[in-house]
């Protein structure tokens, strides 16, 4: 069924009014017609099945059946710090790690990054809280993941709670398994402290920075033999994450 993130006033009442790209896409994309089912979301976790009743490429109108629990957000919330990357791989990052179940993306200037631009530009902002809602979408997510201003490396530490985690390709003695089953033990009923995961640039944390973080309470792990590149080891890490704590793979 196909889905779209609305504005949470748009879903007072039983009736709900789609414009602009909403219905374009509706009409002219997915050529939806009337007594077609789609879910509505937004985006404080809960979804609304509507049934269409008017569909124009200017505007569709349905009505709403229920309201129920997004079923995909996991139990366990992740923020993704990752170190600045060239926008195209910055933007696989952020679609696949909301794919997989990321909550929050941060993007950190580390001492090797080598794209330092500015994330602010309104264009670039734009596109890429465009992927996120679209992402989010795709993987029937009831939230669509913040993504939030740039920090420094020192400054994101400033802002952290809960378990913080280093995947560093230096680590030799400590994997993420280990750590995963010491701190995060899983079962039905556990509550789960927010994880933060740590990621290099494309040339990887310093020495100086891994001791950093060690002070501030992260645990540095490895991902194991080989090594990843910096827009994956992320999204590899949260997906470890999530299978552990029971949320992929059942």
Known sequence: MHRFFVPPGALRG???TLLGTHARQIARVLRLRPRD???LLDNQG???PVELVRVAPERAEGRVLGREPAPAEPRVAITL???TLKATKFEWVLQKGTEVGVSAFVPVVCTRSVAREATDAPAKVSRWRRILQEAAEQAGRGRIPPLHPLLSFREAW???RGLSLLPWEDEQETGLRG???QRLPHDATS???PVNLFIGPEGGFTPEEADLARARGAVSVSLGRRILRAETAGVVAAAAVLYHVG???G
């Open 14 to 16: 039983d009736v709900v």
């Open 191 to 193: 509550e789960y402290p």
């Open 179 to 181: 750590v995963l089953t």
């Open 247 to 249: 949320e992929l793979g």
């Open 81 to 83: 710090y990752q170190g």
């Open 37 to 39: 089912t789609v879910l």
């Open 46 to 48: 809960w979804q609304y």
């Open 158 to 160: 400033d802002r952290v």
